[in-house]
């Protein structure tokens, strides 16, 4: 059993064009900046073949989002002639007094709901002793308080002379909680000074210095014996704003390698200006807003990016990760939300110390995007105990509680198992109802106010639901007659489906194949795939190794005869609607039907063979994505590469952008025969150093690219016009590249199950004609490559570039001689083909375990 998950999207608005759409150029034009930037949505998705191993991720890079290549390079911008930007008149500073209000409440409702559960500010545990130590000093005569205790008895109520004992005991709590809350915000006051140190960053690769050593261990001091999900929120620093001339430099250093000299030369006297005229007015504000508001950039990225992008939700901001199966699935993926409600899940540490941001985990479940005609909004509940499932077009309610608490695992396949049973047909246009759901957004959003109307109690129980379950009825998944042709059609399949058999406004939607195989359609504006593919573990997990399965493959336990069956939802459609189902549906398959995708596993040698050159995994296969890529194109270009800003409190993502000068120098080196090995591991090396400076950089809130997007966003709001910043957000992406990782090793049991492992996932390419890459490191001996393009691109080619990033991964790794195991042989016909470095390896060479007579992929 194979996790997998997966993204592909496509431009907005590409295919799917609509008189109905309504929007102004102001949001058009942001969408258009950040699309250019690099995010979007991705398909995630599960897949049932062998693996040999499973891996402890490296302590870098951290989780990111694969899905972040597309959707802010998806939208084009528009702008009326004269410049004007009527949307967005209002006055910045009220924008950002309100984003600080946001973040408030929510702080708020967060410090509520952790106090009524009884984890906030700390145990109830810990008050109590203090509160008794202070009693017992008290009965011994000692007065801890300095006479404190008996100033505030002074001030209680006398009540004639009477309860004076009682006096003492309210005096007492009364000191003790307020020494309790000194106490607790001292303590979140150190350990946010702490983790505002990020020099453990700066270190080389694989080294600690006897600082970051003290710090972990203050770190792991100040953080309590068992920490829960949300305990490090209070004392996460938030994000910096980076300084504007940084930035600047930063940018016309990325960009000098793909620039003539001519147009390099342009751009850099439209920064000079930019930093003289408008920067420092527009950098004030962003100071302002990081002061006030959690997150300088997090929220605007969230609405001008996500909220109110108008296109289609399926390619463009879905990602997929991969009636007994189904009932074991749906009581894990809720007893994960019964750990969330609890806190019981365990904050995600880098180095086993670093806290992450655990914010966005508060909007797995329970949640729906709901369209609006300009701007969509996030609806979430504190609660639901039903499901929505869809099977033949048709719709139901299931229950998932009983008055006991959880159903179990058999009770919830016996409800499953009534609905494929149950004979009665779709009514008409029902089976294509879910197609609205991938039609642009204000077309979607007119049309919901009719079924609101119309059909209000279904499309309540649909939105209010838990999550969204699909019972696809066709099967799907690897197949021993077509591998590689299976795979690709499983992928598309979880991402977009038939166009219609998925809700994509909900968080979430399990995809149940009726061959058994699982999968997962995550919408992506509350959250980036981290979070889901947290959840998804621990669902498979659950479902695999805790639950099982009888042996008449029945979820274990008995039936519940007695549970009502499944409610049929009824759609009362107008006749209005009919010819918006057909266009939404129409236009949907025609979105999907241009993603190409590839998925081919490297299986000669993996990360073991890559630390054992002391380099970082990740920086030795970005580097080998810009030798693949410059083979398969001739030229170098903008190179998008996600990174986590989770650090900072509410923090998402930031770019890294790999291809450098230093990249660009060490790919030619490798396609100049005349270069010698050891002067192109120089170079690799030098490549792979200002990788690693970058992602670190971006990593503590050094990046580029979002310091610019609410740079942009700042002067739309003061109807600035900006040359630079409007050269800025014309580029395009053509390679948009992420690494996917495992983050819960643990769940496993990795020598009695070794076939269960993720096998990552992939997304759209962010250009018309460009590409879109994943991979992750499956065990130390393998890696799995997903690739995506456009089949309307006459210029990219998934499979192709796939064998390019095959040669390019053996030619690079044939520059090292480690353990003097590697074997490089060249291929004659291959180098006067390709003129370039032909490098073959054998996967026993260059295995550093133990070898093992099972491939990952048979």
Request: proline residues 6%; contains cysteine.
């Amino acid at each position: 059993m194979v996790l997998w998950w997966a993204e592909l999207r496509g431009p907005v608005g590409q295919v799917v064009e609509s008189s109905y759409w309504a929007w102004t150029y102001a949001s058009e034009r942001l969408r258009s900046w950040a699309q250019n930037r690099g995010v979007g949505g991705c398909g995630v998705y599960v897949a049932s073949f062998p693996a040999s191993h499973l891996h402890k991720p490296d302590l870098e890079p951290p989780p990111r989002d694969m899905a972040e290549a597309h959707q802010a390079v998806g939208f084009v911008p528009s702008l009326t002639p004269d410049g004007a930007d009527p949307e967005l008149a209002g006055q910045v500073l009220r924008n950002i007094y309100l984003s600080g209000l946001w973040s408030w409440k929510r702080h708020l409702s967060r410090f509520r709901n952790d106090f009524l559960s009884g984890v906030l500010p700390a145990s109830p545990f810990s008050w109590l002793f203090l509160f008794s130590a202070i009693q017992l000093a008290w009965f011994l005569q000692l007065d801890p308080s300095l006479g404190l205790m008996e100033k505030i008895k002074e001030l209680l109520p006398d009540w004639a002379g009477q309860h004076h004992r009682l006096r003492g005991v309210l005096a007492a709590a009364l000191f003790a909680s307020c020494l309790w809350g000194a106490l607790i915000f001292t303590l979140h006051v150190a350990l946010r000074l702490l983790l505002s140190y990020h020099g453990w960053l700066l270190e080389p690769h694989g080294a600690m210095s006897s600082a970051t050593k003290t710090w972990l261990a203050l770190v792991r001091i100040f953080s309590g014996r068992r920490p829960m999900l949300f305990s490090y929120q209070r004392s996460l620093p938030r994000q910096p704003v980076p300084s504007v001339q940084d930035t600047v430099r930063k940018y016309l250093e990325s960009i000098r390698p793909v620039l003539s000299d001519e147009d390099f030369n342009w751009r850099a006297v439209l920064a000079q200006e930019f930093l003289k005229q408008q920067a420092s007015l527009l950098q004030w504000y962003l100071r302002l807003k990081s002061w006030w508001a959690a997150n300088y950039v997090s929220d605007w990225w969230e609405e001008f990016v996500y909220l109110r992008s108008r296109s289609p939700l399926m390619v463009n901001s879905n990602y997929y990760l991969t009636a007994a199966r189904a009932g074991n699935a749906v009581h894990a993926l809720l007893l994960y939300r019964h750990r969330l409600q609890r806190q019981e899940i365990s904050p995600t540490l880098l180095m086993g110390m670093r806290p992450l941001c655990s914010a966005q985990y508060e909007r797995i479940f329970n949640t729906t995007r709901v369209p609006g005609v300009q701007k969509d909004h996030l609806r979430h509940l504190r609660d639901s105990q039903h499901v929505a499932v869809l099977h033949r077009g048709r719709f139901f309610r299931v229950g998932t509680h009983s008055p006991h608490g959880l159903l179990p695992p058999r009770a919830l396949e016996q409800q499953f198992q009534r609905i494929l049973d149950d004979p009665s047909p779709a009514c008409p246009h029902e089976e294509h109802l879910a197609a609205l759901t991938a039609a642009p957004r204000g077309l979607w959003a007119q049309l919901r106010q009719t079924l609101k109307t119309r059909a209000a109690h279904a499309l309540e129980a649909v939105e209010g639901a838990a999550f969204f379950v699909s019972l696809d009825p066709e099967p799907a998944g690897l197949t021993r007659e077509d591998p590689a042709g299976s795979l690709d059609a499983y992928a598309h399949a979880l991402l977009a489906g038939r166009g219609h058999d998925r809700w994509f406004d909900k968080s979430f939607t399990l995809i149940i194949f009726s061959n058994g195989k699982l999968g997962l359609s995550v919408e992506h504006s509350w959250a980036d795939c981290p979070i889901s593919g947290h959840m998804w573990e621990f669902t498979l997990a659950t479902e695999c190794f805790q639950l099982g399965y009888s042996a008449d493959g029945h979820c274990k336990g008995c039936p519940a005869p007695a549970l009502p069956p499944p409610q049929r939802l009824q759609w009362d459609l107008p006749d209005q609607v009919h010819l918006s189902i057909s266009l939404a549906l129409r236009g949907a398959k025609a979105l999907s039907g241009n993603i190409d995708c590839h998925i081919f596993p490297f299986s000669h040698f993996g990360k073991s063979f890559i630390r054992h050159c002391h380099l970082s995994s990740d920086s030795f296969v970005q580097m080998a994505l810009q030798l693949a890529h410059f083979r398969d194109r001739g030229q170098f270009c903008l190179t998008y590469e996600s990174a986590m800003t989770r650090l900072f409190l509410e923090g998402r993502t930031e770019t890294v952008r790999s291809c450098t000068r230093e990249a660009c120098s060490f790919v030619r080196a490798m396609e100049d025969k005349e270069k010698t090995d050891p002067q192109c591991l120089v170079l690799f090396r030098a490549a792979v150093d200002k990788h690693q400076a970058l992602l670190k950089a971006a990593m503590s809130g050094q990046g580029v690219d979002r310091h610019l997007f609410a740079l942009y966003v700042v002067s739309r709001f003061l109807h600035m016009q900006s040359p630079f910043l409007a050269q800025v957000y014309s580029e395009q992406w053509q390679l948009s590249t992420s690494q996917i990782p495992v983050q819960q090793m643990h769940l496993f049991d990795v020598h009695n199950y070794p076939d269960y492992v993720s096998s990552g996932g992939g997304f759209g390419p962010a250009d018309a004609h460009g590409y879109g890459v994943s991979y992750i490191f499956m065990g130390d001996d393998a890696i799995t490559f997903h690739i995506s393009s456009k089949k309307s691109s006459t210029k990219t080619d998934s499979r192709r570039l796939g064998r390019h990033i095959e040669a390019a991964l053996l030619d690079v790794a044939s520059l090292f001689q480690a353990g003097q195991r590697m074997q490089r042989r060249f291929s004659g016909s291959a180098e006067e083909d390709s003129g370039h470095r032909c490098g073959f390896l054998s996967s026993k060479t260059l295995n550093f375990k133990t070898p093992t007579d099972s491939e990952p992929f048979q």
